[in-house]
């Protein structure tokens, strides 16, 4: 019998050593800028996440994604989860293990799309974590939701491209130094086919490269910009790829991409029901604790059963993922339900923490304004219910049954 959810001995030697070092020397280091935002000025804490980011590396806690040629761990998604889900049990956790969005995301993109000097160029010092990246593909002037509308534009020059357009909420663009940046190359190709747009290499600074503001959301101001490009050139060599790939090369790394966030979510998720028990079993009410009235034992109970599906839901799309299977269906499901999960158990455990949790005294308020993105980034909610939608009915049309798109398990 194949199935098997245990860790082999090395592994889970790793996953112990990420959590000590995460419960006994990252978040005590940064719990007083977390509690008390104003209270280190922005460059101890800064200073402190860079010594951080050193002691992971010499720890050999370093790019838990990558291969081990270029830094990394060397893990596979299964590994990667526990990896991921211990990191994100801190905000900064993944920031210190160098394996955060958006740069995890485009150092897979460049591993996998760029060329030699590509990858010794801008895929090194993303791993040795000397710089900085941003993925710049969505704008305000058309649904995000559906890339092939894109408007910023490319036209050719000899051997350079002149792009001119709008891109926002482009999250770590202040302090990238370089963005992956998709444009619309292919004029001629009727609005929304896949094949009329090119990822490009966009260096920051750059002339014509505008950072105009950083949007203010409701979790504060927190790194996503609004671009205007305005004649901003770039070289043929800058391309990543190859014209036309934009779109496959945006879907390719999005991919992967989600599931790791999902794998940070299953660790505020968890955070969140242990605040949730621990707050019920300490609280008196009505001749009883909280954790004695089946009211609050649902909103128990209703979480441990959903971050049960969200970990089952991780786990199995990270191992289609290892073995090369098609995993865009188990993606999106996985996706949808981890970020909505997330938001559910946030929200009761909000509710059985009462006023306190509905005050900043707590980190709940603070997850919770984090965790509404979920629902509507990577792919809002609709859209990844569409896709799965039509693959189940395809399924169905094809096998006369719906197996097949729901995880094609053996039962
Ligand atoms: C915190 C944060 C960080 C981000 N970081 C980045 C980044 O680094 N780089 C980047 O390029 N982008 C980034 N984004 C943008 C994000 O990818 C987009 O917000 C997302 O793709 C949705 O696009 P939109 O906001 O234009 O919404 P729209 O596409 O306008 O959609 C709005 C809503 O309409 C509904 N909807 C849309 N289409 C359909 C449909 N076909 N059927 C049913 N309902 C539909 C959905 O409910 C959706 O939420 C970020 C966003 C946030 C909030």
Redesign the pocket.
Known sequence: MAIDFTLAPEHEEIRLRVREFVQGTIIPAVARPEDEEHALSRRDYLATIIGLREQAKALGLWLPHMPKEWGGMGLGHVELAMVQAEAGKTRVGPWVLNCM??DEGNMHTLLHWGNDDQKERYLRPLCDGTVMS???????E??????TLIRTHAEKDGDEWIINGH???????RRSQFAIL?ARTELDVPEGSSGATTAFIVDIPSQGWNDVREVE?MHGS?G?SEIVIEDLRVKDEQILGGRGNGHRLGQARLGPARLAHCMRWIAQAETALDMMVDRSIHRYSHGSTLAEKQGVQWMIADSAMELYQCKLMVLHTAYKIDRGDDFRTEVSMTKHFVANSLNRIIDRAIQVHGALGYSTDTPLASMLQHAR?A?????????H??RIAERTIAAYKDSGTTSSATGALPI
């Open positions: 969005a958006p941003c993925f710049a593909m969505t704008e305000p058309v649904a995000g939701s559906d890339p891109k926002w909420f482009i999250s770590n663009a998709i959301t927190t996503h993105w629902r509507l980034a990577d792919g809002a909610d609709e859209i219910q569409m």
